[in-house]
């Protein structure tokens, strides 16, 4: 299980209420996301965390990347825009689900009241209609929360870019300060005994080592490693040494 997937699961099953006024927010931000489209030419997707749904809003660039639909318009079953993610070059395609897990993080440490003030914008390579590579602007919003605290509506855009730079930043839209996402502090995802065990599991130990060596419970040792691939949103232990080495939390002895 890779860390799109871990990253679907986290977001859908976060508790969300159903306050009546969310209805009037998705229906206030699908007109947001259609005047993106039409503005700046951009594919916008607003994805809407509760119902697994996406709303897709295909802006004039559509054709130049070959994704152009009737009406301009898709409804999908599905927070994750296969169609568009089937031209990100692989690399920048786990590269950007590595980011967002990032950015959510970011965000759930952020004060809530300045939580829609920033968001994510990175630079990826999409296959154009002729299947050659251009640069792409994608930029990603986390637009409403409901009461539960939990993330509700999710805006990404798709322009061309003029940047051939991979960098990605979030950008804080109020005072334009920026934050190097390479730079963001993830060391408090995990518990201390949580990189310890990591760490050993890095060195090659089994679950039996580890808790010999921890003087813990082989359950507990096994609860922690569940802990571990939760909060890292992957599906094994070498996922989850390869995602926490990019994070910064493991570093190799």
């Not at 871990?6 to 947001?32: T, V, Y």
């Not at 639909?69 to 898709?74: L, Y």
């Not at 419970?217 to 599906?235: A, D, M, P, Y």
């Given at each position: 299980?890779d860390?799109?997937?871990?990253?679907?699961?986290?977001?859908?099953?976060?508790?969300?209420?159903?306050?009546?006024?969310?209805?009037?927010?998705?229906?206030?931000?699908?007109?947001?996301?259609?005047?993106?489209?039409?503005?700046?030419?951009?594919?916008?997707?607003l994805?809407?965390?509760?119902?697994?749904?996406?709303?897709?809003?295909y802006?004039?660039?559509?054709?130049?990347?070959?994704?152009?639909?009737?009406?301009n318009?898709?409804?999908?079953n599905?927070?994750?825009?296969?169609?568009i993610?089937?031209r990100?070059h692989?690399?920048?395609?786990?590269?950007?689900?590595?980011?967002?897990?990032?950015?959510?993080?970011?965000?759930?440490?952020?004060?809530?009241?300045?939580r829609?003030d920033?968001?994510?914008?990175?630079n990826?390579?999409?296959?154009?209609?002729?299947?050659?590579?251009?640069?792409?602007?994608?930029?990603?919003?986390?637009?409403?929360?409901?009461?539960?605290?939990?993330?509700?509506?999710v805006?990404?855009?798709?322009?061309?870019s003029?940047?051939?730079?991979s960098?990605?930043?979030?950008i804080?839209?109020?005072?334009?300060?920026?934050?190097?996402l390479?730079?963001?502090?993830?060391?408090?995802?995990?518990?201390?005994?949580?990189?310890?065990?990591?760490q050993?599991i890095?060195?090659?130990?089994?679950s039996?080592?580890i808790?010999q060596?921890?003087?813990?419970?082989?359950?507990?040792?096994?609860?922690?490693?569940?802990?571990?691939?939760?909060?890292?949103q992957?599906?094994?232990?070498?996922?989850?040494?390869?995602?926490a080495?990019?994070?910064?939390?493991l570093?190799?002895?």
């Amino acid at each position: 299980m890779d860390v799109k997937t871990k990253l679907n699961e986290e977001l859908l099953k976060q508790p969300f209420s159903k306050e009546q006024k969310l209805l009037l927010q998705l229906n206030e931000c699908r007109e947001i996301a259609s005047v993106y489209s039409r503005i700046e030419n951009a594919i916008a997707v607003l994805s809407d965390m509760k119902s697994n749904t996406s709303y897709i809003y295909y802006g004039k660039v559509s054709e130049t990347l070959g994704l152009k639909k009737q009406d301009n318009f898709q409804t999908i079953n599905s927070i994750w825009e296969n169609d568009i993610f089937s031209r990100i070059h692989p690399f920048d395609l786990q590269e950007k689900h590595l980011e967002e897990l990032r950015f959510y993080h970011f965000i759930k440490n952020a004060p809530k009241n300045k939580r829609n003030d920033y968001y994510l914008a990175s630079n990826i390579r999409m296959r154009d209609i002729s299947g050659k590579y251009i640069h792409v602007l994608h930029r990603i919003f986390y637009l409403t929360y409901d009461t539960n605290d939990s993330v509700r509506l999710v805006l990404c855009l798709y322009n061309v870019s003029t940047s051939p730079s991979s960098e990605s930043i979030i950008i804080n839209s109020v005072n334009g300060q920026v934050f190097d996402l390479e730079k963001q502090n993830c060391s408090n995802l995990l518990t201390n005994r949580e990189k310890k065990i990591l760490q050993l599991i890095e060195q090659g130990k089994m679950s039996k080592e580890i808790a010999q060596i921890l003087s813990i419970s082989i359950n507990t040792v096994n609860r922690h490693r569940q802990n571990i691939l939760e909060k890292l949103q992957v599906g094994n232990s070498i996922e989850a040494c390869r995602i926490a080495k990019k994070l910064n939390i493991l570093i190799t002895q």
